[in-house]
């Protein structure tokens, strides 16, 4: 154990939140301010704000009509959607330049497949299925920022030879993705769901907050790469066919609709 502090201890230099999502929780958790608020963070940021309506006038929201002020965005989405763009927004640097755009295409696949799948099963809310899913993996960016090489092949063992990806990064950095997103969540200050999503989702059984950790683990294998629908005898598929139907056109369902939020970001 002290060996893991050690190593936490290493990465002192976790990166900062991006300015505007600290100030957007903000607004969010304080019960005094509200729309008006939220909207003045994003109107005070050219590239956000136009972002932010580019989004929300994309297929993925699916309004009929044009939404040209940021109020009228924020009153249509409401404030907890319009918090989860800013955070995919202003996340986006950080995410593509740390983890490379696998990681970040990973990160808006499994928001939205646990967006999808939280507005079915009603258990667990949407926009916090969305923003868990977002940020699961955000250990990762610190873990490869340390020692990309290292990383790297930490993963393809993962892929490769099915080795657990926690075990190879534990070997590999004496600490895992798991253990050091929740110490980043931790000094972010996010919010103690997200945190445990970030903390267990390889290991649901372990959590508070078992559902949300249990949507992002099985969002989480859903849309991975080497995703096998014909693997019949895989927990995962059979979870998802009882619950969801066929995990094929679940998974298709989730990429044309991560598709359009991506090429909309990476405009
Ligand atoms: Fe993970
Ligand atoms: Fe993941």
Known sequence: MSEMMDVLNNFKE???MPNVIMRALTVIKNPESGAKELGNIISYDQALSTKVLTLVNSSYYGF???????????????ML???????TVAMRPMLTSMG???LWEHAIKTAVG??????RIKTVDPDDAFMAGFLHDIGKIILRSYDQKLYDRAESLGKEKGADIIEVERSFFKVDHC????QLAQRWQLPILINNVIKYHHRPSLSSFVLPCLLVNVVDYLVR??????????SFNAIISSKFGDP???RDNIFSKANILLAELSR
């Open 81 to 87: 959607k319009a918090k989860n763009i800013i955070m």
């Open 14 to 16: 976790l990166p900062a």
């Open 64 to 78: 009929a009509q044009q939404i040209s002020s940021i109020p009228r965005a924020i009153s249509l989405i409401g």
């Open 100 to 102: 490379g755009k696998i």
């Open 248 to 250: 094929k056109m679940l």
């Open 225 to 234: 790469d080497n995703f096998d629908e014909n693997d019949k005898g895989n």
């Open 114 to 119: 646990c967006e999808l799948i939280a507005k």
């Open 179 to 182: 253990i050091i997103g929740s």
